[in-house]
């Protein structure tokens, strides 16, 4: 059976107050489209403005420490993002793997917290291209889900979103055949490391996702959502890639 779809915005460092209008009017969306779930990763800054502004609707934060507490100065625990008013957290984006070298055994600790603290964990994973012109990709992306997705994910608490380094703000995006094999190379080792749970995790695509892409994108095999930088900044670019998901 087809997992419902989970159309996420990652804003990254994008956003202000002033942004307040259109998480309204993406919310907004969501509801009138109840085909798909739909969340937005903002900056810690906005999620407590951005959880009042749009009651209902998920907001959620774009990385966290696995500890509770203690000397890290400029991390956020779970907690700490929950009590702001998240309701998830984007986990080992490839921005922080480059940015601070986040490695996938520290992107498991921080979904394994997040999950443990009932934030739903979205896994971030995939290839430079690099990796895929040598023919890696494949084997690249299956490991880092082995390594960065914890035993004992389940489909309620986890998705996965599989990002090609190359296609994150290009506007290139993989093929619809390549995307389809990474997919199903995914889903296979999600059932590899979770068993039966495995099949009931949403693995999304993102990477130069927009409008005029989206329906494509989205009704591949295997993909059960997507994860949406630079077009979910703008409802009125946004809204148009809920609709997709909720077809
Ligand atoms: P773009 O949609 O801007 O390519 O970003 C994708 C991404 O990195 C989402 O996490």
């Given at each position: ?8 915005g ?19 969306a969501?509801k ?39 000397a ?8 700490m993002?929950?009590e ?11 921005e ?20 443990s603290?009932?934030l ?37 608490n ?32 999600l ?16 990477g ?10 989205l ?21 148009p ?7």
């Amino acid at each position: 059976m087809a997992l419902k779809k989970l159309v996420a915005g990652n804003w990254k460092m994008n956003g202000s107050l002033a942004a307040l209008d259109e998480i309204k009017a993406i919310a907004a969306a969501a509801k009138a489209n109840p085909g798909a779930d739909v969340a937005i990763g903002v900056p810690a800054t906005l999620i407590t403005p951005a959880a009042s502004a749009a009651p209902g609707f998920a907001i959620g934060g774009q990385d966290c420490h696995w500890n509770a507490s203690g000397a890290h100065t400029g991390c956020l625990s779970v907690a700490m993002l929950k009590e702001a008013g998240a309701s998830f957290v984007i986990v080992g984006h490839s921005e922080r793997r480059t940015d601070n070298h986040e490695s996938s055994a520290e992107v498991a600790r921080k979904a394994e917290a997040a999950t443990s603290g009932s934030l739903m964990a979205i896994i971030c994973v995939g290839e430079t291209e690099a990796e895929r012109d040598a023919g890696q990709a494949v084997a690249v992306v299956t490991g880092q889900i082995r390594d960065s997705v914890p035993v004992g994910s389940t489909g309620a608490n986890t998705a996965v979103a599989y990002e090609p380094v190359w296609a994150i703000g290009t506007g290139r995006t993989p093929s619809t055949g390549d995307v389809a094999e990474m997919h199903a190379a995914i889903r296979a080792q999600l059932i590899d490391l979770l068993g039966e749970e495995g099949t009931g995790v949403r693995i999304l695509y993102g990477g130069s996702v927009k409008a005029s892409n989206a329906d494509e994108l989205l009704h591949v095999p295997d993909v059960d959502g997507a994860l949406v930088g630079g077009a979910s900044l703008k409802a009125a670019d946004f809204v148009p890639i809920i609709e997709a998901g909720a077809r």
